[in-house]
């Protein structure tokens, strides 16, 4: 499986220790808005993002879903992997049809116990995770509401954005709600600061999705 070896938390595995990698995990494909797991579900593996969108939710005190995050290829879910003995933090569906790695816990644990240098190795990669989180986190606390948003907006639409002219158009299936409660404020701020960042010329409205100009995306960068 040479695509383990685009897994960032793989990246610094020898071809050997891939391939030993590789024979546990298995392939499954999964389709548009089929769900992975429920937020409280037993937690028996890890999964590992091939191809397709993932979208991963939490509900808050009051009953309200409100999303995580927007994953990629690449990507491993859930974050907390394969050391925490807890349930499932989230709920993860498939955005787009999904190609997806799948990794037995108990089967990577026993793994780690027999080849410790993948386990060093991979703690390794954690630790820079955990440093990149912690200061995403930090710049995030410092910023105010409509920052929080056109931050948001620009990053998803680097991520997840198709090509169009001097900027990129997000088509993710994103209400302004879910997009507030991603931010954490209300779906009136969203739609202001949309309707303020249309009026410069950074945004348009359109029936695809949000375009988003290379002017704002390079600010926010």
């Known amino acids: 499986m040479e695509w383990l070896k685009d897994i960032p938390l793989f990246s610094d595995l020898s071809g050997t220790e891939i391939a030993d990698v590789s024979a546990i995990v298995r392939l499954q494909r999964v389709p548009r808005l089929r769900h992975i797991f429920y937020e409280g579900d037993e937690r028996t593996s890890v999964f590992l993002i091939r191809k397709g969108t993932v979208k991963v939710t939490k509900v808050d ?6 999303i995580v995050s927007f994953l990629q290829p690449g990507d491993m879910f859930p974050h907390v992997g394969f050391f925490d003995d807890g349930p499932y933090p989230g709920t993860a569906e498939v955005m787009e049809d999904a190609v997806l790695g799948v990794v037995p816990i108990q089967e990577f644990e026993k793994l780690l116990a027999r080849q410790p240098k993948i386990a060093m190795k ?13 200061q995403k986190l930090q710049d995030v606390t410092l910023q105010n509401t409509t920052e929080r948003i056109t931050h948001t907006l620009a990053h998803l639409t680097q991520q997840f954005g198709e090509d169009e002219g001097d900027g ?7 209400t302004n709600r879910e997009l507030a409660n991603m931010v954490g404020t209300t779906r009136e701020t969203v739609n202001r600061v949309l ?6 010329g950074l945004v348009d409205l359109r029936q695809e999705g949000i375009w988003v100009s290379a002017q704002l995306m390079q600010d926010e960068s």
């Open 61 to 66: 005190e009051e009953g309200r879903e409100q």
């Open 195 to 200: 309707n303020d960042l249309k009026r410069q």
């Open 122 to 134: 991979v703690m390794r990669v954690l630790s820079r995770k955990i440093l990149d989180l912690q």
């Open 168 to 174: 990129k158009v997000l088509s993710l299936k994103m």
